[in-house]
């Protein structure tokens, strides 16, 4: 293998480019996920106003077949008035009298059952108007944060392109099988196969560091892995880093 102190400056402008690869990927991933979020909660409140003009539409349909029940009664109750001149005798003039009472009655509930409709359409309207300008704001900041985000893709994107371009020129010079062994490690370890030692740990897994890890990172003649993640080590001091 080439000069090892060399070799581990290569890995680590690598590793600072691969990890910003890394984190940006997984935003790419991330960042769509929550323009659905945001579409979901707006969605939301959309069906909530659905759902009142729905309910205004039921109460005005209940209310047109009760007027239209009203009508029927009225046109009962006439017909059963234009019968009493008709009548011969007082018992049939009575049970006509008590007929069309009955009709009356009934006349006054359904009444009473219109009334209530239109006080009832009257306060979803209220409700539909407050929601609609509840929904139009939200679409307003839908629309905004949505953009937002669509811009930051574009710009994440555009960046992704160009670490992918610089890294072709990063793992130049780097020992093939250095490489290899350093790719699979990037992997495996959410994108960071080397690490500084920082105090007496592992800059990756946080885990204790020895003594002669350390003093073995200091004489850079062989690459030093950690014993507990296997990622490479290095001393930042020792790397001009």
Known sequence: MADIKEQLKKLIALQKNDKELHDLKETLVEKPKLIDELKAAFEVKKAKLAQLEEKSKRIQLTRKEKELEL????????????????????????????????????????????????????????????????????????????KTIDDELTQMKNRLAELEGQRIGLVAGVDLGLLSRYERMLAKKDGLAIVPIVGNSCGGC????????????????????????????????????
């Open 206 to 241: 946080f885990m204790n560091v020895t003594t002669q890890q350390v003093n073995a990172a200091k004489m850079m003649e062989d690459l030093v892995m950690c014993v507990v993640c296997a990622r490479i080590l290095y001393l930042e001091e020792q790397n001009g880093v």
């Open 71 to 146: 009508k029927t009664k009225e046109d009962a109750a006439a017909k059963a008035n234009g019968q009493l001149s008709l009548l011969k005798t007082n018992k049939e003039y009575h049970a006509k009298q008590s007929e069309i009472e009955n009709i009356k009655a009934d006349m006054s509930l359904i009444e009473e059952k219109i009334l209530i409709s239109y006080d009832e359409s009257e306060a979803v309207n209220k409700e539909i108007d407050a929601e609609k300008k509840n929904v139009a704001e939200s679409e307003k900041e839908f629309a905004s944060k949505k």
